[in-house]
Every structure is written in C-alpha cells, then in structure tokens.
C-alpha cells in the first residue's frame, strides 16, 4: 500500500473554507448530473449526498502514464463519508485501469488567525499482487505528483467563487 501526506496553508477560516467547498447546489432534473472540471480532472457527481455532502457519489477521470494502455486516462469511483462540517471528510474509491482502492482524508486545522491549515492523506492499494509489485508504486507517484497542487489550487478556486458569490448577495 501507497501512502501520500501533505499540508499547505489557506487565508481562510475552516467555517469559511467548508462553506466554499460544500455550497447548496440546486436540484439537477433527472438524467442531469453536476460536473467539476480543474486541468486534467473531470469529476461528475452522481449524488449529491445529504446537506453536509455525507454519501455524495461521484465519478472521475485523472491522468495515469501512458504505458497502462489506457490512452493516458484513468476513472474511479468515490463515495465521500465521515463528514464533521467544517472539520474533516473522507472518501473511499476503486479505480481502473490498475484495479486499485483508495481512501484519501482532508481535515482542516484552525490556525486562529483567520487561516486553516489543510491536512491531506491518501492511501492507494491495487488489488492484484503482480500489478502490486510490478507498478503500484510508480503509478501512485505518478498520480499523486500533482495532487499538492492541484488540492490547493481547487480549493482555492472554490474560496475565490464563494466570496464572489457572497460579495454579490451583499
């Protein structure tokens, strides 16, 4: 098993930061689903779980290397659990084309000063013992090389959008 662990600082409080990541959305009709897109990162949502976002489903495609022959894309399958509003969240996935499981964790630090320390853990598990020893450890590099970044960046782009959007109710 693979693991990835990473911190970075936010200029926002926890209430504030959770209140951008998790905003109300309205109803979708059926057949309609919510898409996420941040680079290389496509997510639907399937579901959006209860107010706090506890059981939201989503799919998503992300880069894998080339030589998993699958034209450089991989999917998983996530259901986001264990939500503490404001504090924590967790979500579990399967994902191909390197049959895998992973569990990634996001907690939120109060730093008193008006900004929060995000703390992030992922784990990442393939399911075949070959496939393990053979790739999983270059694989799970390759895809968490850009998570640091692109963590921050997105959750700094829902900060930006949630302040826009609470500047114009004003």
């Not at 936010?10 to 919510?34: C, F």
């Not at 894309?73 to 967790?90: D, F, L, N």
């Not at 694989?139 to 959008?161: C, P, Q, T, W, Y």
């Amino acid at each position: 098993m693979q693991v990835h662990e990473y911190s970075f600082i936010i200029d926002a409080a926890p209430s504030e930061l959770w209140a951008a990541t998790h905003p109300v959305h309205p109803k979708l009709g059926p057949g309609e689903k919510r898409v996420i897109e941040h680079g290389p990162v496509r997510i639907e949502i399937l579901h959006e779980g209860d107010e706090h976002g506890d059981g939201l489903v989503r799919h998503c495609w992300f880069r894998v290397p080339r030589y998993l022959l699958s034209g450089g894309r991989a999917q998983s399958w996530e259901m986001v659990s264990e939500i503490v509003p404001g504090v924590s969240s967790k979500y579990d996935a399967i994902g191909k084309p390197l049959w895998s499981q992973a569990e990634g964790r996001q907690r939120y630090e109060d730093l008193g000063d008006g900004s929060t320390r995000v703390h992030f853990r992922e784990t990442y598990h393939v399911f075949n013992p070959i496939m393990r020893v053979l790739l999983e450890r270059r694989v799970h590099r390759f895809i968490s090389k850009d998570n640091d970044k692109l963590v921050k960046a997105g959750l700094e782009m829902a900060l930006k959008a949630h302040r826009k959007r609470a500047g114009a109710s004003s």
